[in-house]
């Protein structure tokens, strides 16, 4: 008989210091919906920020910091399993196995280790290579059914499910792994640079200005959409006469997602309109969303022991469900 399984969401986020609204809106905000509604684990993916050479000072306080930012937009650690990823062994442990699931032809079609390791591919690190295949055992490892990502991680789930079919395959485990599904949120999938709306919001980009941080203050909010690029037409009525205006439709998917509706709505309300008129709104509303969470991260951050004790106790959690899912593993596998 076919055992039904329990929905569990699982999702990472990298310590990279300052969160910023790429990072909200595309990620923690939808989060902060889910655990409403299942059993939710959110991770801060230390072992992955390492595939790149990390200042061991910089990252500690990177990933303390992320972790502020996880519980100052709405993330309950008492409802959820909030923790960092270096903390519990099962995800290196269950990565080892899934680097002998995966092959290498697989590896060789992710587009985001050619984007990452650019020219100087012999140069990038092994872990840099074989990162979705951390991914894979981190959702795995707790037999998560649901993944929110955004766009540019859709291959890696894609590469996830593959392990986790031919994991249950080759060891005659039928439905061991789940095969997890992605969620997609509809809203907003990609929130992007202030200064190119063709460029992720990202923080490697070199200009402060092609990004909201949570920290920001009001008067950096202003100065950065005041400057954001645009171009000379004004608001449209239709969706489709956005098509080939990126900026402009970068900036009115903002203005959207933090308001709670839909970008038809915001057409119909904003239309006509000249830019730097509907900018003073998104200022507006991104002041009033945005400034009491920046305020939030600030007194954590501040907590520092209470931060540790709040990763360590969801570690404890995870690492509950790891023991025991490492057990039928490697007894599945063969191992004593
Ligand atoms: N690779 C993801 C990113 O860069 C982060 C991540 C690591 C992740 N492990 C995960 C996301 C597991 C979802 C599930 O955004």
Not at 165 to 186: C, H, M, T, V, Y
């Amino acid at each position: 008989m076919k055992k039904t399984l329990k929905e569990v969401v699982f999702s990472g986020v990298q310590p990279t210091g300052n969160l910023h609204l790429g990072n909200y809106l595309g990620a923690i905000k939808n989060f902060v919906d889910l655990q409403k509604k299942m059993e939710c684990i959110y991770c801060v993916v230390d072992l992955h920020a390492i595939t790149s050479f990390q200042k061991p000072s910089e990252l500690n306080k990177s990933i303390l910091e992320t972790t502020a930012g996880f519980i100052a937009c709405g993330l309950d650690f008492k409802k959820s399993i909030i923790f960092n990823q270096s903390s519990v062994s099962g995800h290196s442990e269950l990565a080892w196995i899934f680097n002998c699931v995966a092959r290498v032809g697989w590896m060789n079609r992710m587009t985001q280790f050619k984007e990452k390791a650019g020219q100087n591919k012999e140069n990038a690190s092994v872990g840099l290579y074989v990162y979705p295949n951390l991914m894979a055992a981190d959702i795995l490892l707790y037999k998560a059914t649901h993944v929110p990502v955004g766009d540019d991680q859709k291959q890696h789930l894609e590469l996830a499910r593959d392990i986790a079919q031919k994991f249950n395959n080759d060891f005659n485990s039928d439905n061991f792994f789940p095969i997890p599904k992605p969620l997609i949120q509809k809203k907003i999938s990609r929130v992007m640079s202030l200064r190119d709306g063709k460029k992720k919001m990202s923080k490697s980009e070199e200009s402060d200005y092609s990004r909201i941080n949570l920290n920001d203050t009001a008067d950096d909010i202003k100065k950065k959409i005041k400057k954001a690029k645009t171009d000379s037409l004004p608001i449209p009525e239709k969706l489709e006469d956005l098509k080939n205006r990126p900026e402009a439709n970068n900036l009115l998917n903002i203005y959207s997602s933090i308001t709670n509706s839909s970008l038809e709505k915001t057409l119909n309300d904003m239309n006509g309109k000249e830019f730097s008129k509907f900018k003073d709104s998104l200022s507006d509303a991104l002041i009033a969303e945005i400034c009491p969470v920046g305020k939030k991260i600030k007194d954590l951050n501040k907590d520092k022991n209470y931060l540790i004790k709040t990763l360590k106790e969801g570690s404890d959690k995870a690492s509950k469900i790891s023991h025991e899912n490492m057990r039928q593993i490697k007894n599945i596998v063969g191992f004593i």
